[in-house]
């Protein structure tokens, strides 16, 4: 969606090396969460970034790390990747107002791991 | 916590019928519920949404009624086009708007 950065959009690792995926939220918008979907699947919930802290986590291992900048911008790093990692990763870019809240994908960044 | 149930794809129709994709989904308190599309390669849009019981979301000749004493938000549309061909999740939100839990998915072809 316009406004929602993710870099890059496709990469090719091999199994066993370290990557990270970048999100820039939209203007406004402080607070992050990633989604890993795995072909053919829905996405599911990796974790979510506020004012620069991991507020909520799903249930992903421990190799699925991530930081928030000042900027809101945030970053996912997956270490020690695996062949089961293979997938797209969409970031989320939200805002929460006094009666309402903003929730936005980006495109994603589709991830190989040969 | 939240889950989502859609009926198994893939659904495949002729352009001009009626679609209906079921969804039903259980939650803790009271959810906002959305419906999302996927085209080939691409990432999610937004189709409708609908924050409180008996409200009813609509975009694009698609429409949705949260039922909450069904616990259901089925996504129905009149007459589909080919363009329509997608894949179709819904989820609900978790009351304080932190995570959404996604459905398998419903994989719609529409064959001209």
């Known amino acids: 969606d316009a406004g929602v950065t993710q870099s890059p959009t496709h990469l090719i690792k091999t199994r066993g090396q370290q990557v990270t995926l970048r999100c820039s939220p939209k203007?406004?918008?402080?607070?992050v969460s990633w989604y890993q979907q795995a072909l053919g699947q829905g996405p599911q919930f990796i974790f979510q970034y506020y004012e620069e802290e991991e507020r909520q986590r799903g249930n992903f291992p421990d190799r699925f790390s991530g930081h928030q900048f000042p900027n809101y911008s945030s970053e996912l790093n997956v270490n020690a990747l695996l062949l089961g990692d293979s997938a797209l990763y969409l970031c989320?870019?939200?805002?929460?107002?006094?009666?309402?809240?903003?929730?936005?994908f980006g495109s994603g960044t589709r991830l190989t791991v040969v | 916590g939240n889950s989502v149930t859609q009926m198994e794809g893939p659904v495949t129709l002729s352009e001009e019928a009626f679609l209906t994709i079921n969804c039903t989904y259980t939650?803790?308190?009271?959810?906002?519920l959305f419906w999302y599309v996927q085209y080939p390669g691409e990432g999610l849009q937004l189709l409708l949404k609908?924050?409180?019981?008996?409200d009813k979301g609509s975009n694009k000749g698609f429409e949705a009624t949260y039922r909450k004493e069904t616990t259901s938000f089925h996504l129905e549309k009149g007459s589909v086009q080919v363009s329509d061909s997608a894949v179709y999740f819904c989820a609900p939100l978790s009351a304080y708007g932190q995570n959404f839990v996604f459905g398998p998915g419903t994989r719609l072809s529409v064959l001209p």
């Open positions: 989320a870019s939200i805002y929460y107002g006094w009666a309402n809240y903003g929730y936005t």
């Open positions: 939650a803790t308190g009271y959810p906002s």
């Open positions: 609908a924050t409180k019981a008996d």
């Open positions: 203007s406004g918008h402080d607070t």
